[in-house]
């Protein structure tokens, strides 16, 4: 919700300050132009945006801070607001006096912006600019103070504090600046949510998508289903709410939320670093007391936006409910068997001339975490549809791990010279490239002289070339609908339906197209007593 709503808010805050030049300028058209913009230059790389971070945000803040203290030195009475008995005081003594919290809720917000996306800012620059940012932050907010002081009790109209603080030959530079700056900042939520759903489909909370990697630093990724779907978002957002005043709430409500989930993680952080209940306790209490007053101030304005909010982080929750529930009612299915009772079988088979060969080396992806078993449609697909006979099968499975950048693998010789099982540990940030990866421990394997890839046959053996390797992917469909509950079959047109979002198993994995089979497996037939025949 945060990604589909600043971007919109943002810009069109910025484009609107041109109507102190021309009231009746319509901005959504200049709005929706620059948002396009934005989201179609992604697939190229957002390489020149990172460039431009530093130097605009330095031009940004320092003008901030210089307007600010402008006014600042006009009136230094507005230095009496670092004393938050003046706070309190408004909340007590004015009539509906809490309620404003939620009208100033959002100067509070924006320099999440800073660190949304690592990949671009970095670390040590968010570090060095903190600092900065905040003092000219409040600088500013002074200079607002001080000019709404010196108009005290003039009807304020469609005029903006911080547009009237610029000078009149200033101010459609200012403008230019504003608008770069909401791009950078709507840039930095945009990539954050690139990060965010390759975590979450790494943690198969999403469905997989297509990543791509515009450029050669890691971190900077582009999801192009996700690219246009927030793209569509803003869009709507831009059309349904047209002016920035009017976005607001929505934006308020979406920001509280994401306040209140990051103390919840941070305090699921703390307790795996074993931290003591007593500090996490002591941190969520005044973290969520100083939020949780935001979020009741802010739900006053849930009639007036706020359930847009709402509404979009209600859809991301049912996606991934949806996809989460598909992907266990399909394992609930999925039957596994001792893989040892199938190994003379499997031996025999492979050297079965009888057979006609279907590949030198076959490759099946497995989901079994024990080695000793394998799912009941891997040996279906390889003894009992049309047999399979190879000189080397193999059997993969790969491991989301909890670290982001983990790269490991483990090899068991099941059986030499015919069965080899690999397991990947893969970080939930790192691309399952798994036919790159294959190769690079296939390689591994033939220099260690474990495994010999060259072909088999005479003629090409003599001159060492490398015999054929075919995957398997394995189409798993549910059994028929009569034998589901209506929840079981609910959940299961949902997570099928969700199959759009998403890409392939091969796409998934980078497999070549020229060697890959695709079967279908039906996980279970389940009996149906009431279709039982009678011969007559």
């Known amino acids: 919700a945060d990604g589909v709503i600043t971007p919109p808010i943002s810009v069109s805050s910025a484009i609107e300050g041109l109507r102190i030049l021309k009231p009746e300028l319509r901005t959504v058209p200049i709005v929706l132009v ?3 913009g934005l ?6 790389g957002t390489a020149i945006i990172g460039k431009l971070f530093g130097p605009v945000m330095l031009v940004f803040f320092t003008m901030l801070a210089v307007l600010g203290v402008q006014f600042l030195m006009k ?3 507005i230095l009496r607001a670092f004393n938050p008995y003046y706070a309190l005081h408004m909340l007590a003594s004015e009539p509906g006096g809490f309620w404003l919290l939620g009208s100033i809720f959002l100067c509070s917000t924006g320099a999440e912006a800073l660190y949304a996306d690592m990949g671009h800012v970095g670390r040590p620059n968010i570090y060095v600019s903190w600092a900065f940012v905040k003092v000219c932050l409040v600088l500013n907010y002074l200079g607002q103070g001080a000019w709404l002081l010196q108009h005290l009790g003039q009807p304020l109209g469609d005029r903006n504090p911080f547009f009237a603080m610029i000078p009149a030959w200033g101010l459609l530079p200012a403008i230019g600046l504003c608008t770069l700056a909401t791009i950078i900042a709507s840039q930095a939520l945009i990539s954050g949510s690139f990060t965010l759903i390759i975590e979450a489909l790494r943690l198969n909370f999403w469905p997989k998508v297509k990543i791509l990697y515009p450029t050669d630093l890691r971190g900077q990724a582009y999801v192009p289903s996700l690219n246009w779907l927030l793209c569509a978002g803003c869009v709507g957002v ?19 939320f994401t306040m209140l989930m990051t103390t919840v993680l941070l305090a699921f952080y703390l307790h795996l670093r074993q931290v003591s209940f007593v500090w996490i306790g002591l941190l969520v209490l005044v973290y969520f007391t100083i939020e949780g007053s935001f979020l009741a101030a802010n739900l006053r304005k849930f009639p007036e936006g706020g359930y847009v909010s709402v509404l979009m982080s209600l859809l991301l929750l049912a996606v991934m409910v949806s996809w989460i529930q598909g992907g266990r009612l399909r394992d609930s299915f999925i039957k596994y068997v001792p893989l040892a009772d199938w190994l ?33 449609g891997v040996t279906h697909s ?3 549809k049309s047999p399979k006979r190879a000189d080397v099968y193999y059997l ?9 950048y983990t790269k490991e693998y483990h090899v068991d010789t099941v059986l030499p010279d015919d069965l080899v099982r690999i397991e990947f540990k893969l970080g939930f940030r790192v691309d399952h490239a798994i036919n790159y990866m294959f190769r690079q421990v296939v390689t591994d394997l033939v220099k260690a002289k474990e495994i010999d890839i060259t072909s088999r046959y005479n003629s090409l053996r003599e001159q060492d070339v490398v015999g054929d390797f075919q995957f398997v992917l394995l189409n798993r469909t549910l059994p028929y609908a009569q034998s589901l509950s209506a929840w079981q079959r609910l959940v299961a047109r949902l997570a099928g339906g969700l199959r759009w979002l998403g890409v392939t198993q091969q796409e998934s994995f980078g497999l070549d197209n020229s060697s ?10 389940p009996e149906r007593p009431e279709l039982a025949l009678t011969r007559v």
């Open 382 to 384: 390889i003894f009992q």
């Open 516 to 525: 890959v089979t695709f079967e279908n497996i039906p996980l279970l037939i």
């Open 34 to 36: 620059i948002l396009l």
């Open 238 to 256: 831009v059309l349904y709410f047209r002016e920035s005043s009017n976005m607001e709430a929505a934006y308020g409500l979406a920001i509280t």
């Open 39 to 44: 989201f179609t230059i992604q697939q190229f």
């Open 75 to 77: 009136d230094f009475s």
């Open 344 to 376: 003379p079988l499997l031996k025999e088979l492979s050297a079965d001339t009888s057979v006609a060969k279907y590949a030198t080396h076959l490759v099946y992806l497995t989901d079994s975490k024990d080695p000793a078993l394998v799912e009941r």
């Open 396 to 404: 993969i499975h790969v491991v989301t791990t909890d670290e982001p």
